[in-house]
């Protein structure tokens, strides 16, 4: 005789969630890869002024890691979009899941790998400078050590950023899951909004939304509020897509 | 008690209706055999079985649940078909800890000695398996789950035939040691006869029977001998299949009746038995005609 056994919805998504973390690496070490490659290109800085008198010439090279940063972000976006692909979810449903709970422990996996993001990302922004200061010794440097409270800093900046960027891949995947036609139209949308010029473009509105906030407080709940919104929005319109089809 | 229950369950994709009004019922701890043709439905049937699709319309409900994103069918079944993709980077050993983590009935020990008989190296990722290897390996996770619910979607599919009598022996212990709700969808009956109590015939999304497989051997009858004299007996009875085989010698397959037995053994016709497999390939007759007809159209 084979008892039924009654689901616990805290395993199930602890279960998940580690079947996640142990079966993509790839998630993490694509970060790793993303970041060499801009920090590669980092290295020859970032922009510059030369200023000549007579027989001077001053040239202003800037450094910094803002290409990471950047890089880390694009990387965030397409995270979130590789995780809503058929393969992954049909895998998901190999085991025990129903699309709550396989939502739920993506959504954290998604976290998580922000929250490593925002780790690596100012650590490597300050090797940079260290990099740039051995290797260029005879020239004058500013603002080589951070200030009291950079990392801090900047670690919540990148985390939330990340956050923000894998939630909205994951809502452009599951979009364009649910409909092929998405594939074409949010990318129509996003490069069409960069062209508008006056400041009528979605994004341009978005990214004065988050990145305009100065305080890290208020960063903080507005994006709080948008995974809070987004997320749920996103199970509740895929919740009858079937799977292992 | 009855651990599925479907009425007028109906399922259709854009233009094509895949099932159509099926209604039946499986007992807990029988082992069903969900037999058709190609494309006769029974994927789309297992699948929204196991809660992966949603019916287009009527009822069904699995452990009493509906089974479309319900916690406890999902956790209390399992289904393996061959179509399915892991990630890369889990070897078979990872697999099966994985598996251990979310089936609370999981034998670990049962799956490692499986793994062991079959050459399967622990370590060999499952992508890098020979097809035959694969649906062997993943009949082991089915089977190793002991899930209350186990489907089974063309298990056998690239196994040789020694694989999969194992395979189908495997079962029948595991079966008979930790009794469970097996379904098991293949294209033909051979070799499952058996091994399955019950058969559940699907045509062209429909239900044709579903019947005990002791009943169903009983089912229909061939009668057999001169051609007139045949057609004469069976006159308007429904008749499954006929073949010309020999001058003399024509076989008609009726459904089993008592008196046309009667009227044939008197007319000195020979009666044979028909096998449960021929009848299932009788009654999902779609072709027009036989292939022979394709090739050979002088002759109408």
Redesign the interface.
Known sequence: ???????S?KR?IW?QY??KM?????LFTSLILTQLAAFALSLDGTGGTSIGFDTITVRITHFSGDLIFYFTLMWAYIAGIMLTIR??R??D?????????QHLSTIALLLTASLYAGIVTPLLGNLLRLVIYWSHPDNVMTAIAPRPGELLLNLLITTWYAALLSCFGYLTGMLAQLNRVFVILIPALIIGSVYVQDSGGILTAAIRFYAGETSILLLSVKAALTLAIVYPFTMLIT??L???? | MNVIECRQLSKSYLRKRALHQLTFSIRE?TITGVIGRNGAGKTTLL?II?????PSSGEITV?SERP?????V???MI?I?D?????T??SLL?ILH??G?????WDHDLAARMLDYFNLDPLQHLHHLSKGLRSTFLAIVGLAA???LTIFDEPTTGMDAAIRKDFYRALLKEYLA???TILLSSHLLHELDDLLEDVLLIDRGELKLHLPVDELKEYAVAIIGDRELVEWVIASRTVYHRQQSGISRYAAIIRRDEDVLEEARQHGLEIAPVSPEDICVYLTNQTKGRIDDVFDRTES
């Open positions: 005789m084979m008892y039924l056994t009654e689901p919805l199930v279960n580690l079947f142990t079966a993509l690496p790839g393969q992954y049909n895998a449903f190999f085991f025990v899941t129903n699309r709550w709970t919740s009858s079937e799977v292992r089809r | 701890n699948k196991a809660g992966f699709y949603r452990f479309f994103n319900s916690m406890k999902s956790q209390n289904y078909d179509q399915i993709t892991l990630p980077s889990l990872d994985m598996a983590r979310f089936y609370p009935n002991r899930c209350p930790h009794p469970r």
